[in-house]
Each structure stands twice: as structure tokens, then as C-alpha cells.
């Protein structure tokens, strides 16, 4: 069984900063794209950032140059920086991960349960 966790939402101040993690475990042989959505009250639910296996990141127009997304292959852990909140960034974030794990031998797409992110003054 692989298990998506996030941690490290809170409240923040307007400006402020926050470092999600997301750290994936069980029986898994690899992992390829991992990365973060957020939905927000009322919203559906939207891609904030995607990084490759290879490091490589994309990210949603809202998040460019605020947002950092980052992992560490040896921890099955990945990372969002976020930089310059706005109250719009509001949202609970949920982890993303493609998943092989030993007992499918197939990717599969798995999903944290959120963290909950609130900017406000």
C-alpha cells in the first residue's frame, strides 16, 4: 500500500512564507511525476506545480516566480515553496504522485488527503 502525507500548511500573514512536504511511502519501486493541486472552497480543484523524476518543473501561471517545487528522490519527498502568498492562495493542497509500486508493477496515480493553507491578516 503507498501512502501520499503532507505536511506544513498553516496560517500565514499576506507576504508570508510556507514549505509544504509531501512525503510518499509503502512498497514502491518508482516514482515518476510528483506535484501539488489546491482547491479552494467552491473550486475546483487546479494544478499549482509538476516536477519530473528528471527535476524538471512546470508550473500554473498563478504560481511562476512566487512558487518552488523541488524533490528529493532518496526520501520520496516533494517540496513547494511558496513565497509572497496572496489571500487568493487560500486552499487546501493536496500532493500528487505516480506511483509503481511492487504489488501492481503499473503506475498509479496517488493522492494525499491535503494540507490546508489559509493567507490571511
Known amino acids: 500500500q503507498v501512502q501520499l502525507v503532507e505536511s506544513g500548511g498553516g496560517l500565514v500573514q499576506p507576504g508570508g512564507s510556507l514549505r509544504l512536504s509531501c512525503a510518499a511511502s509503502g512498497s514502491i519501486f518508482n516514482i515518476g511525476n510528483m506535484g501539488w493541486y489546491r482547491q479552494a472552497p467552491g473550486k475546483e480543484r487546479e494544478l499549482v506545480a509538476m516536477?519530473?523524476?528528471?527535476?524538471?518543473?512546470n508550473y500554473a501561471d498563478s504560481a511562476k516566480g512566487r512558487f518552488t517545487i523541488s524533490r528529493d528522490g532518496a526520501k520520496n519527498t516533494v517540496y513547494l515553496q511558496m513565497n509572497s502568498l496572496k489571500a487568493e492562495d487560500t486552499a487546501v493542497y493536496l500532493c500528487?504522485?505516480?506511483?509503481?509500486?511492487?504489488?501492481?508493477?503499473?503506475?498509479?496515480?496517488?493522492w494525499g488527503k491535503g494540507t490546508l493553507v489559509t493567507v490571511s491578516s
Open positions: 516536477i519530473t523524476s528528471d527535476g524538471i518543473a
Open positions: 500528487y504522485g505516480w506511483v509503481v509500486a511492487f504489488s501492481t508493477w503499473r503506475g498509479v496515480d496517488y
